[in-house]
């Protein structure tokens, strides 16, 4: 079972740029596909981001594209997302994910992920 830690989170203002980190321990980490998602007070978990177990396939949503980044480095065991241009309607917990289930496509629905870190709040003003 592996664990996620997330950190980077912060109070950035509008057009700014943050980088978040997702630490994982306890598990092979290059055998989990990743993803990124984030929730907004009253709001339903939303994905943002995934990446292949190698990290040579990537997928974002619609909003974010173009102007959010995710990777990983499977020698770290961390996995990133570079947030720039950002927008205050990103404000939400920006959560990390894991998924163990072999696939040849990226999984964008959170019940299809297995692991799920605490989150870090990214707070961006007007």
């Known amino acids: 079972q592996v664990q996620l830690v997330e950190s980077g989170g912060g109070l950035v203002q509008a057009g700014g740029s943050l980088r978040l980190s997702c630490a994982a321990s306890?598990?092979?980490?290059?055998?989990?596909?990743m993803g990124w998602f984030r929730q907004a007070p009253g709001k339903e978990r939303e994905f943002v981001a995934a990446?292949?177990?190698?990290?040579?396939?990537?997928y974002y949503a619609e909003s974010v594209r173009g102007r959010f980044t995710i990777s990983r480095d499977n020698a770290k065991n961390t996995v990133y997302l570079q947030m720039n241009s950002l927008k205050p309607e990103a404000t939400a917990v920006y959560l990390c994910?894991?998924?163990?289930?072999?696939?040849?496509?990226?999984?964008?629905?959170?019940?299809?992920?297995?692991?799920w870190g605490q989150g870090t709040q990214v707070t961006v003003s007007s």
């Open positions: 990446i292949s177990r190698s990290g040579g396939v990537t």
């Open positions: 994910a894991a998924d163990r289930n072999y696939s040849t496509r990226l999984r964008v629905a959170a019940s299809e992920y297995d692991y």
């Open positions: 306890g598990g092979t980490f290059s055998s989990y596909a």
